[in-house]
Each structure stands twice: as structure tokens, then as C-alpha cells.
């Protein structure tokens, strides 16, 4: 039943020969078989027949299955013919057309478009082509009646809409009597999967609203006090004060926090995140972050214990190359309650990771945790703990409202004072010298530069070779000793990558040459060039998390895209945007239009996604429809206990336990 066709053929008319123009592509006609014969030798085979009706004639061609063609055809009857019209020296013909003897029943042509659906080749071995699954699918709903499939919609709802009921809805997206039947049908499906969804994350959020038990933070302690008077490294900007103060209510109320919080490249969520944790010590609990790699873990652990050296706070990190003798220190720490944060990668999920009591939990997300490991951390403490999820890079609407619509959800969106906008250019290959002359005026006034060429692990060995030319190339342009270098890819021991880095945070080198920068993923406010060469095999979110490494500092930054002279649509249309704008929400959601949901849906695969009809960029108005609706149901009747919301509440109901929807988040 939800194995949907992928095309309709329009079988509904019988038309003439003479009907057939050199514009026409498929067509059926009807009439009387004459002269079927075998013509050609060896590959030039093929069976050739004419069909005549009252209007003139048309050539059939076969060159397969000739001879079994042959045996089934009896020149001199009726048939009806379907297929796809070609011209050979200005005749028409049909090759390899379907054919069947006409019959009364079948001079009136089909009452419905006939359905194509999607095969795979050993279906077809099997005798189930697309033709045979319509066959199979029209046997399914002579069998089933409209209560076999009842109304999950509430009739308010279906009328102020105008959708038609669900069981003509599937009958009609198999066997439509015409295309706008086939439309009216699409609707209505489209609108019942992004309802349902709606309506199932808003029963969880609603629930989790009135029911769900949350440890609670009642004070705003010493600790926050303190910190927040004396060692706060910048004033906060109104939009860290607000997301701070939803985090402050949603932990004062006993019940637990599910928030999705998103900022641009630089907009500041670490200072965020580290005012919630020590709002968590402050009431006697202990709080965690997750990170998705062990650099930005790293990164993460230098900067908040930068930031708490003077406090009394005990912070550790935990990764799966922690020595096993710091790990039992932690582990020990974490149990006995001494140790206040823990920061780390997925180690932290493991089982022998044991706390005290944890209140909360933060999740650097950048799409890389799953649903199941972030439910890992509810089983962690008897109450579950709060749950912040960050995301590096904004994620687009639609998708939040879809993917994360079970989160509530806060913007930091205005980056710190202070902060200049960082220009963008791109630059062919042919400009190389003039960018090269740009970055040395830049180093004379004391700045320093990234020069990043990428890395993709298909191409590794060639990519390399890449960056080891490019390293030479650099080399050439600034010669030692007046300039010095920094490399850092991949493949160094973890030591030599260290110092290289610390060189250059250290300004003892100018320029750092390096593959992706997320390995570097410092923050150097004196850098303030940023060059990505082949800048058009990096995807728009990359480019931006890249361009976020510069413009840190109060100097004007500069961020220039290198890229040969051939270059796709696609590619001009991101390099363009990256041009355009600095808006980290705007380049979502192009980055959504330009590679479809699909590559991005998949950065978190939750149950609530399986969408088999809807597609989050093509179908949006549905989806902000779908929003109001099951928003207006919950309000008005959060338990689905109403008579209207009855049939609604029952097919959810018979849902369970396909998704575990109850604990989702």
C-alpha cells in the first residue's frame, strides 16, 4: 500500500493514427494486425508488423523475443496497442510496444492513469516489474474497504483544508482518474505525514512540559555570582542574557530541559554553556559536555579551564586515549562527587562512567550524536539530567522544526561587540600572486594567515600530494627567514602537530598551512586571512565553520576562496552565497535548498524522519501548515481525549512500539 508509483501512464483514451504528430510521445491507438514478418539478418533481426485502423497506419517493430512474438500474434484480429512513438524515414512507429487483443471492454480505454512503480532487477527476474506490482495493487484494493483504512485526521481539520478522506487519498495516488485527482491525493498524504509527526513531537514536548521530573536548580549560587562579576572575559551580548535566562527558568521548575540551542561561527555558546554548568555546582549537582572529537574536547576542556583557574571548580577530560591511570582518577573523582565537570568525547557514555550526581548534561553536537546515545546520559542519574544540545553550525528551520521539534528552542543570534565583519572574495588560480602580495602586507602589519587545501578521504594519497606541492608553492612565496610556517595534517604524530600549533598561536610562525581546519580549531584573534584553495570541493557549511577561524579579533579579517577556472553550477551558486553573506541561518538554509534534505536529515537519524512522501525544501508550506494544526489540537487538547481527536489518538496509539516516541529526545 506505501509502496507508491513514481509515474502515471495515461491509458484513459484510444486515439487515432492520424493523431500522431512528431511531437507526440506515447500514444494508444487501436486497430487490425496485417502482415507480420521477420525481416534482416544476424544483429538487423527484428519482427516487423502494421497495424491499420480508419485513419491510417503505424509500423510495430520487435527486436527481442521475436519468435514468441510471432507465436502470440494472429494477424487479422483487433488489437490494442500502447507505446512509444518514434519516426523512421518520416513514417510512425512503435517499438517493442505493449499489445493486447481489444476486447468490447477495452474500446472505452482505461477508467484510472495507470500506475509505474519503482522495481530493482531481481524483482523483475522474479516476474514483479513495475506492471506486475500494479496488478498485485489493484487485486489489494478490491479487497480492502474504507474502513480497513480509517480517518486519522479530525473532520474540523479536513474541511477547513478542503482534503479529501484518507482512503480515497491512497486510492487515488495508486489508480487516479486524472492528474488533478493524483494532486488532490498527494495533498492530503503530505499533509497527514508532516501532521502526524507534528503532533507526535508535540505530545512528547507538552508531556515533558507538565510531567517529566527534573532535578532543580533553585539558586543562582556563589560560584555564577562571582564569575559572572569578576572573571566574565567580555561583557555578555542580549542574546546570551536571554538564552541564559530560558536555561535559569527551565531548570528552576522540577522539570527536566530539553534544549536545542544554536548560535553562529563565534556568537559565544561555549561562555553559555559554561554559566549553566556552574549554575549546576552551584546547587550541588555536577555537569558534563560531550564533544563530538577528541580535539574539540581538548579544545573545549583548555578554554573552560583557562576561564576557571581562579575558581574552586575541579573540571577533567576524558577521552579513549586517556591513559588508564588518569582514567581511574576520574573515575574514581566523578563517583565519590570531588570531580565538578567532565568534559570528553562518546567515552563519557560508557558504563563504567559513574556520577555522583549529574544535573547537566551539554552536547556539542555538530550533528554527530545520535538519539540513542544521547538517551545514554538519562540513565546516568535517577532524576535525568538537563540536556542542553549545541550545534555548530545553524541548522535551517524546517529541519528544526522537524528533526529537533521535540527540543525547545533558543537563537543566540548577534555575534559579540566588537566583532567586524569578515569580507569574502573569490579568486582564480591566475590571481595567485596578487593574493600571495595580500597576505604579506597583512603579516607586515603583525597579523597572521591560514592557508587551508582539503582533505577528503577518497582522494587522501592525491590530496597529500596536494598540500606537500602546496606547502613548497607557499614556501617559495615567503622564504625563510623572514617568514615562518606552520604545517599540520592528519597523518603527523599528535606531538608535531602540537607544537606546530603552538608555534603559531605563539605568533613565532606567520602562516599556517593545514588541511581542514576543524583539526586545527583554535582561536587565534590575531589571524585574521583565511585562503581556501580549491574552494569549490568544500560544501557551504564547511566554508563558513572555515571562515569562522578568522575574525576573532578587533582587526578587519579577510576570508579568499581559490579555485581553478572549471567550475559547476552548484559550485559557483555556494561560492557566490559565502560572497554574499556572513549570516550563518541565511547559508543554512541555501546550504538545505542546494543539497536537499537527504545529506543533511541524515546528520540525525531519529525515528521521526522516515518521511516517504514529504520533502522538508519542496513541501515547506505544507509543513508550516502541519505546525499550526497540531499545535492548535495539543493546546486545546493535550491528552487527545476529545471525541474529534478520538480517531486520531487511536491511530497513534496503534503506532507504538514502531517508535518508541514516548522517549525520544
Known amino acids: 500500500m506505501e509502496h507508491f508509483p513514481y509515474r502515471h501512464v495515461d491509458r484513459t483514451q484510444i486515439k487515432m493514427v492520424k493523431d500522431i504528430t512528431p511531437q507526440t510521445d506515447y500514444i494508444q491507438v487501436s486497430g487490425r494486425l496485417l502482415n507480420l514478418e521477420m525481416l534482416g539478418e544476424k544483429k538487423g533481426k527484428r519482427l516487423v508488423a502494421t497495424l491499420r485502423d480508419a485513419s491510417g497506419s503505424l509500423e510495430l517493430v520487435w527486436f527481442q523475443a521475436t519468435t514468441w512474438v510471432q507465436r502470440s500474434l494472429d494477424p487479422g484480429q483487433q488489437y490494442l496497442v500502447y507505446g512509444r512513438v518514434s519516426f523512421f524515414n518520416g513514417l510512425p512507429q512503435i517499438t517493442h510496444p505493449e499489445i493486447e487483443l481489444l476486447t468490447q471492454e477495452k474500446r472505452e480505454g482505461k477508467g484510472f492513469l495507470e500506475p509505474i512503480y519503482p522495481t530493482t532487477e531481481k524483482l523483475k527476474a522474479k516476474g514483479l516489474g513495475g506492471r506486475q506490482l500494479a496488478k498485485l495493487t489493484q487485486a489489494l484494493f ?13 473532520a474540523a481539520i479536513l474541511q477547513q483544508l478542503n482534503l479529501i478522506p484518507r482512503y480515497t487519498a491512497f486510492w487515488h495516488l495508486h489508480f487516479p482518474p486524472d492528474a488533478e485527482g493524483y494532486q488532490r491525493a498527494l495533498d492530503r498524504l503530505k499533509f497527514e505525514e508532516f501532521f502526524l509527526a507534528q503532533v507526535r513531537m508535540g505530545l512528547i ?12 536548580f533553585e539558586q543562582v549560587g556563589d560560584l555564577f555570582n562571582l564569575f559572572y562579576k569578576d572573571y566574565l572575559p567580555f561583557e555578555l551580548t542580549g542574546a546570551q542574557k536571554r538564552v541564559l535566562r530560558e536555561i535559569r527558568n527551565d531548570a528552576a521548575h522540577g522539570r527536566q530541559m530539553n534544549r536545542l ?9 561555549t561562555i553559555v554553556a559554561l554559566l549553566s554548568m556552574l549554575l549546576a555546582i552551584d546547587n550541588g549537582y555536577q555537569a558534563c559536555m560531550m564533544a563530538p572529537t577528541e580535539i574539540l574536547a581538548q579544545q573545549h576542556y583548555d578554554s573552560i579551564t583557562e576561564l576557571l583557574k581562579d575558581l574552586p571548580v575541579q573540571v577533567k577530560l576524558l577521552t579513549g586515549s586517556s591513559r588508564s591511570k588518569h582514567r581511574k582518577e576520574v573515575l574514581q573523582q566523578l563517583e565519590e562527587g570531588s570531580l565538578n565537570i567532565l568534559i570528553g568525547t562518546h567515552a563519557i557514555l560508557e558504563d563504567t562512567v559513574k556520577f555522583n550526581n549529574l544535573g547537566l548534561a551539554i552536547v556539542d553536537e555538530q550533528h554527530r550524536f545520535g538519539v540513542a546515545q544521547r538517551a545514554k546520559l538519562w540513565e546516568k542519574a535517577p532524576i535525568p539530567p538537563h540536556v542542553l544540545v549545541m550545534t555548530a553550525t545553524p541548522i535551517p528551520r524546517t529541519l528544526a522544526m522537524t528533526a529537533y521539534g521535540d527540543l525547545d528552542y533558543s537563537v543566540i543570534d548577534e555575534l559579540p561587540p566588537g566583532r567586524l565583519p569578515i569580507t569574502t572574495v573569490h579568486r582564480y588560480e591566475h590571481s595567485r600572486p596578487q593574493v600571495m602580495d595580500f597576505i604579506k602586507s597583512e603579516i607586515a602589519k603583525g597579523r597572521q594567515a591560514y592557508i587551508i587545501f582539503p582533505l577528503i578521504e577518497e582522494s587522501e594519497k592525491v590530496d597529500y600530494e596536494n598540500l606537500m606541492k602546496g606547502y613548497e608553492n607557499v614556501k617559495a612565496y615567503f622564504p625563510e627567514p623572514k617568514y615562518w610556517i606552520s604545517m599540520v595534517h592528519g597523518r603527523q604524530k599528535p606531538d608535531i602537530k602540537e607544537t606546530n600549533m603552538q608555534r603559531f598561536v ?5 602562516i599556517m ?12 584573534p590575531n589571524s585574521t586571512i583565511m585562503v581556501i584553495e580549491n574552494a ?16 576573532r579579533g578587533a582587526d578587519k579579517s579577510f576570508c579568499i576562496l581559490l579555485t581553478g577556472r572549471k567550475l559547476s553550477n552548484d559550485a559557483k551558486e555556494r561560492l557566490n552565497i559565502m560572497c554574499a553573506t556572513g549570516d550563518g541561518f541565511k547559508i543554512a538554509e541555501k546550504d ?3 543539497r536537499g534534505p537527504g545529506e543533511i536529515e541524515g546528520t540525525r537519524q531519529s525515528g521521526l524522519m522516515n518521511f516517504k512522501l514529504v520533502s522538508i525544501t519542496a513541501d515547506k508550506q505544507w509543513l508550516d501548515i502541519a505546525k499550526e494544526m497540531a499545535q492548535r489540537v495539543i493546546e486545546e487538547d493535550p491528552e487527545l481525549n476529545s471525541a474529534e481527536n478520538l480517531q486520531l489518538r487511536t491511530y497513534l496509539q496503534s503506532l507504538k512500539g514502531k517508535t518508541s516516541w514516548s522517549k525520544i529526545s
Not at 478490491?142 to 479530525?154: A, C, G, H, T
Not at 512540559?209 to 532543580?216: C, D, E, M, P, T
Not at 598551512?513 to 582561536?523: F, K, Y
Open 513 to 524: 598551512v593545514s588541511t581542514t581546519v576543524i583539526e586545527v580549531g583554535v582561536n587565534i
Open 261 to 269: 540551542l544554536q548560535g553562529d561561527v563565534g556568537s559565544g555558546k
Open 506 to 510: 605563539k605568533h613565532d610562525t606567520q
Open 536 to 551: 569549490e570541493r568544500f560544501g557551504l557549511s564547511q566554508l563558513h565553520q572555515l571562515r569562522g577561524r578568522v575574525g
Open 205 to 216: 514536548k507538552s508531556r515533558r512540559h507538565r510531567y517529566s521530573r527534573g532535578v532543580v
Open 142 to 154: 478490491s479487497v480492502i474497504r474504507p474502513n480497513d483504512l480509517p480517518e486519522n485526521i479530525p
Open 592 to 594: 538545505l535548498q542546494l
